[in-house]
């Protein structure tokens, strides 16, 4: 499974940007899909994430963007997104994509994570 991020940029304080991570391969389930964010010399954090399958898309967002930041899937895509608005400074950071998927002739499910994709926000 690859995972393709796009969508990262510069931004000024109080604006808005969309990621999308679109995953690839020969693909036979998705769970969750999320948003980790990582700032230098700093560990990968949860930003949001999403549920699939039987969950019903339930959400959960870290409390520092509560309120401010969207995630929704497209499963036909096997896409999922994150709409970020009223962004901050401390909004910055790489933000990595995650899934738990299935690959066609394999019966577990593994974790698996984008490339990165940089946000960064002036004030």
């Known amino acids: 499974v690859q995972l393709v991020e796009s969508g990262g940029g510069l931004v000024q304080a109080g604006g808005s940007l969309r990621l999308s991570c679109a995953a690839s391969g020969l693909i036979t389930g998705i769970n969750t899909m999320a948003w980790y964010r990582q700032d230098p010399g700093k560990q990968r954090e949860l930003v949001a994430i999403?549920?699939?399958?039987?969950?019903?898309?339930?959400?959960n967002y870290a409390d520092s963007v509560k309120g401010r930041f969207t995630i929704s899937r497209d499963n036909t895509k096997n896409t999922v997104y994150l709409q970020m608005s009223s962004l901050k400074p401390e909004d910055a950071g790489v933000y990595y994509c995650h899934c738990n998927a299935r690959e066609f002739g394999n019966s577990e499910y593994k974790d698996y994570w984008g490339q990165g994709t940089q946000v960064t926000v002036s004030s």
């Open positions: 999403i549920s699939g399958g039987g969950g019903g898309g339930s959400t």
